[in-house]
Each structure stands twice: as structure tokens, then as C-alpha cells.
């Protein structure tokens, strides 16, 4: 009977197991207009990493659209991010958390007027 008991409890638990699967963790653009092109860095630095856009099956991402984010940790970041009118900018001090949603909105952009 003691042999059956951790082979009932595996099985039980098995299937929970792909329950818990990790969530993406997305962008939600909340600019003005369409981003063409995201990149974070770790805040303070411009150890900016990959295109976070060519993650979007048309590569941009409207305004009210949420975008996956790939190769990013928890941690705070900085954003550049150009944007269909040819805009460059940048959003600093982004709180990223695996899993989660973190926006970016228009009155977070610094594009260097």
C-alpha cells in the first residue's frame, strides 16, 4: 500500500503540473500611435537588448495592442521605441515582472522635443 501512495500522488498531481505553465510577459502600447520598434535596457544603462517588435506577427504593435516580451527578467527598464510617425523615444524606470503586463503610455515618453 505505501508503494501506491507516491504513484497515486504523481498521477494526481501530474496534469496540475501543465496548469501552472508560465505566462507571457507583454507590452501594452498605450501611446499615441503605432511602435515600429522596443527595445529595453536594464534602467541607467543602454545595454539595449533585441527588437521586442519582431516579436508581432505584422511587426508593430498598435496603440491599445499588447506585444510578448521575450529574454527580460523582473526588474526595472528603460525603453527606446521609435513609432510610426518616425518619432525616437524613450520611457525610463519601466517595472517588468515575468508574467505580467506593464504598459507604456504617452506621457511616459521623453522623445526629445
Keep these: 500500500m505505501r508503494t501506491l501512495l507516491p504513484l497515486a500522488a504523481a498521477l494526481f498531481l501530474a496534469p496540475a503540473g501543465s496548469a501552472f505553465a508560465a505566462k507571457a510577459t507583454k507590452m501594452w502600447n498605450l501611446t499615441d500611435n503605432t511602435v515600429t520598434e522596443l527595445q529595453l535596457a536594464p534602467a541607467g544603462t543602454q545595454d539595449y537588448g533585441p527588437d521586442q517588435a519582431k516579436n508581432d506577427k505584422d511587426g508593430s504593435v498598435d496603440h491599445d495592442e499588447r506585444l510578448k516580451i521575450t529574454g527580460v527578467s523582473t526588474g526595472t527598464y528603460d ?5 510610426a510617425k518616425g518619432r525616437t523615444c524613450t520611457a525610463k524606470n519601466l517595472a517588468v515582472k515575468e508574467g505580467d503586463i506593464f504598459s507604456i503610455e504617452e506621457k511616459q515618453l521623453d522623445c526629445g522635443k
Design 79 to 83: 525603453a527606446r521605441l521609435t513609432d
